[in-house]
């Protein structure tokens, strides 16, 4: 990944590295490389020092540190998924594929941009909403097969699909760069997108949910989702 190539060539180099050096050991043109040292300071992971070069910054010394990784990995999902929620509009999610069972392990909401309500667990309901379709497309065919198999595809409105061969069909042919959607399959009312994360094996997704009324700004909601899932895998992969 070319942001994990840009950090490693700066944390080599501990007194600073300009523009120009890096460009120089990443090979990325100037477009891709002022882009992403704009993503990668506003996360934190880098800094410019007086000179103009870069160092490590706050972030990416605390996700690489051993004492209390886990809880600074919260807080930075959590600040991101923050920024998502406003830079959307909506509510967003960070799901995950956990020992064989849909977990949703943060989310931002607000007020202004309601969480989905929960009215049948996640678990048993991968077939129905965009969450569960996008893990389930990560997965290969006999893992979608094992899933399906131990939780009943139920009926929770007129539009959820209960045939196992008619969703698997669709899991197959999901092109993996296009948001996985869920219009009013888990509940009336609510319209959802999804996107995959996936950090080596782990298997993750980026979700976000609207109210009915705003379906009309979905799609334009998902692929803002979509464009902003760097810094979310980034936080992954470190």
Known sequence: QDALRVLETVARHSAGVTVT??????????????????????EGYVEQITDGAYVTGDTLRRL????????????KLQQTLDRLRDSVGAAVYMSRYVDGEVRVTQYA??????????????RCSAHATAVGKSLLTQLDHNGRRDHLARHKMARLTSRTITSDKLLLSRLESQPPTVPVLDLQEYAVGTVCAAVPITAGSSVGCLA????????????????????????VLLSLTL
């Open 208 to 231: 976000l949910s609207l109210p009915v009324a705003d379906a009309h700004r979905l799609k334009q909601a998902a692929d803002t989702l979509n464009r902003s899932a760097a810094p």
């Open 21 to 42: 050096e890096l460009a120089r050991r990443t090979g990325l043109g100037p477009e891709r490389l002022t882009a992403l040292l704009l993503m990668l300071r506003r």
């Open 64 to 75: 690489t540190s051993a004492h209390d990784r886990e809880r600074a990995l919260r807080d």
């Open 109 to 122: 909401a607000g007020p202004a941009t309601p969480a989905v309500n929960e009215w049948v667990d996640f």
